[in-house]
């Protein structure tokens, strides 16, 4: 058993199972024993890769759109160039220095990383070098203004609830004890679900799994508020799917623990395996459209990055490299954009929120406007 695993099983055993979001939470962030409070998870020597740290073609391509979205808002000065859970800040990093030609960017841009660790932010100020950085700990105290915001592989790592549909009606997943102490999964009956959602869920196949990430579906609705408001736009990437409008309908148990680059159990490891699950980003173009924005996708990130002009970046790097260095080039355009198992280009979806006045913004095409399902 993990230090964590203890933990936790002594309190389930004074006060009763847990929701599977309060499990989430405590394994990533719990103040001494927490998976992101204790290690290193990024990077080869970590527990996985993102697109950042695969290849700078990724938040190079990412600050041209950011680049193209200011101009298409009309230049703001000032304006806040945000990025949410940056990680090791490489993403950031590689956006300015991508925009760096562009034209008063640079000096119009206040660049403030949302960011609650603080060892994470130490390592951030390192990464991103010599333009000045702010920090704040929630969306909430971003600093007023127009606003350009990039969130990769952020909302994944917020916590979830499972509700399933079962004979006698709708159940919550929770984490309880076995007879051994073991920390072992249980359903808790006599769930309540908003109308909605409780509607889907009692047209669903028996055993039918609801995620419904409460604190994601917060930030889409503050940030559409947030852009509706002062102007701007946000480009939010994760895995996922299309809720209910993917084939699954939007159902499934997508909770993953992964531990040393493989798949882990669950339960196995508390703190010391990443926790993450599927984005459903119909959900969040709905909190947010529904509080003013407009949203565009979600789209799959290889067809993003195609459409910002990942070939040609390609291209032109491998035109400059080693024969090594060209293979290694090939290889990331292969696994941000390809398809295949083990690629990222259709499991990885980015959705775009804008002002309602943007009726266009780089990389997705007029068609691909979020509409609301009729009620
Ligand atoms: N975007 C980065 C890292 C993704 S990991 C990349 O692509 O490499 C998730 C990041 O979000 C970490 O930096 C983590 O500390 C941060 N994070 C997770 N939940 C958060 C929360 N509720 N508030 C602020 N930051 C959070």
Redesign the pocket.
């Known amino acids: 058993m993990t230090a964590l695993a203890q933990t936790l099983a002594r309190q389930i055993a004074l006060t009763g199972p847990i929701t599977v979001a309060d499990y989430m939470e405590q394994c990533?962030?719990h103040p001494t024993l927490g998976y992101?409070t204790t290690r290193e998870p990024?990077g080869t020597s970590g527990d996985f890769i993102?697109?950042?740290?695969i290849s700078q073609m990724f938040g190079e391509l990412l600050g041209l759109w950011a680049a193209e979205t200011w101009l298409r808002l009309g230049s703001p000065a000032p304006f806040v160039f945000a990025e949410?859970?940056?990680?090791?800040g490489?993403?950031m990093a590689d956006m300015l220095r991508a925009t760096a030609r562009v034209p008063g960017f640079h000096e119009a841009a206040r660049v403030v990383l949302?960011?609650?660790?603080p060892r994470?932010r130490r390592i951030q100020a390192q990464t991103v070098g010599t333009h000045p950085v702010e920090w704040v700990?929630?969306l909430d105290e971003l600093p007023a203004g127009p606003l350009i915001l990039l969130?990769?592989?952020?909302i994944d790592?917020?916590p979830i609830r499972q509700f399933v549909r079962t004979p006698q009606g709708v159940a919550e997943r929770m984490v309880g004890l076995d007879a051994e102490g073991n920390l072992a999964f249980g359903l808790r009956p006599g769930a309540r679900l908003d109308s909605r959602a409780e509607a889907r869920l009692a047209a669903a196949p028996l055993g039918a799994v609801l995620e419904i990430c409460p604190?994601g579906l917060s930030i889409a609705e503050k940030l559409g508020a947030r852009l509706a408001a002062t102007g701007g736009a946000a480009l939010v990437v994760d895995y996922g799917h299309a809720g209910r409008r993917d084939p699954s309908g939007g159902f499934g148990d997508t909770l993953q623990a992964l531990h040393r680059h493989a798949f882990d159990d669950v339960l196995a490891h508390p703190g010391e395996a990443d926790l993450t699950a599927h984005v459903d980003f119909t959900a969040l173009a709905r909190a947010a459209t529904a509080a003013g924005a407009r949203a565009f996708g979600p789209l799959p990130q290889g067809a993003l990055l195609e459409r910002l002009g990942l070939d040609d970046r390609a291209f032109r790097l491998k035109r400059g490299a080693g024969e090594a260095d060209r293979e290694m080039i090939e290889a990331a355009r292969l696994r941000l954009a390809g398809s295949d198992e083990g690629q990222m280009g259709s499991l990885f979806k980015a959705l775009a929120l804008v002002h309602p006045a943007l009726d266009m913004v780089a990389g997705f095409a007029p068609g691909e406007i979020y509409e609301e399902d009729p009620a």
């Open positions: 990533l962030f992101y990024f993102t697109a950042p740290e949410l859970g940056p990680g090791r490489t993403m949302v960011e609650a660790s994470l700990g929630a969130a990769n592989e952020f790592a917020l604190l």
